[in-house]
Nanobody, 123 residues
């Protein structure tokens, strides 16, 4: 089992920044990728970013966050971060981190999920 706990969400204004954290524990050696997803009310869960954190630390982003969001990891602390800059109202959603054996862009390919953290961006 792998446990993930997100933190760092909150209410901010457009243009502000937030840093989300995803603390992992358990059999983390089996998780080669950690991804961030988000889900707004009435919408499907969508891919935001992912990192191949066990090897080359390659990163992946959805187009709408490129240049604004940065995913990174502190492997010593088994923690993955999502730095979100220049936030927009359309970034408002519950943000989830998830772990998978490999990097993937769809929720079905991730085996473990955190409980989510709310991000609200006011205009």
């Amino acid at each position: 089992q792998v446990h993930l706990v997100e933190s760092g969400g909150g209410l901010v204004q457009a243009g502000d920044s937030l840093r989300l954290s995803c603390a992992t524990s358990g059999r983390t050696f089996s998780t080669y990728a950690v991804g961030w997803f988000r889900q707004a009310p009435g919408k499907e869960r969508e891919f935001v970013a992912a990192i191949n954190w066990r090897t080359i630390r390659r990163t992946y982003y959805t187009d709408s966050v490129k240049g604004r969001f940065t995913i990174s990891s502190d492997n010593a602390k088994n923690t993955v971060f999502l730095q979100m800059n220049n936030l927009k109202p359309e970034d408002t959603a519950v943000y989830y981190c998830a772990a998978a054996p490999k990097v993937a862009g769809t929720p079905d390919e991730y085996d473990y999920w955190g409980q989510g953290t709310q991000v609200t961006v006011s205009s």
